[in-house]
Nanobody, 122 residues
Framework: QVQLVESGGGLVQPGGSLRLSCAAS????????IGWFRQAPGKEREGVSC????????YYADSVKGRFTISRDNAKNTVYLQMNSLKPEDTAVYYC???????????????WGQGTQVTVSS
């Protein structure tokens, strides 16, 4: 069974850091592009970052450039999102997803995790 499971969310103070994990089972993760998306209450789902399967190229939303880093560990079948210098506006449910091609739009993504809550507050 194809499955993606996010973990690592929680409550953190502004300026703090979290590392999110996206673990895949039932398929080989390195055959897919992996994206991270987030959705805050009352707002549309937005692309945060993605990493390609072909050459490992990475892409970031302007709002997180310089603060977030996406990486892939093929041996562990896991993708990570390192989040530094967190701001209250980063508060959202974060989802990972798998697609045939790297894109910041959610439409092409076939497989989605259940989400993990990130709350940035003092």
């Amino acid at each position: 069974q194809v499955q993606l499971v996010e973990s690592g969310g929680g409550l953190v103070q502004p300026g703090g850091s979290l590392r999110l994990s996206c673990a895949a089972s039932g398929f080989t993760l390195d055959d897919y592009a992996i994206g991270w998306f987030r959705q805050a209450p009352g707002k549309e789902r937005e692309g945060v970052s993605c990493i390609s399967s072909s050459d490992g190229s990475t892409y970031y939303a302007d709002s997180v450039k310089g603060r977030f880093t996406i990486s892939r560990d093929n041996a562990k079948n896991t993708v990570y999102l390192q989040m530094n210098s967190l701001k209250p506006e980063d508060t959202a449910v974060y989802y990972c997803a798998a697609a045939a091609i790297a894109t910041m739009h959610p439409g092409p993504y076939d497989y989605w995790g259940q989400g993990t809550q990130v709350t940035v507050s003092s």
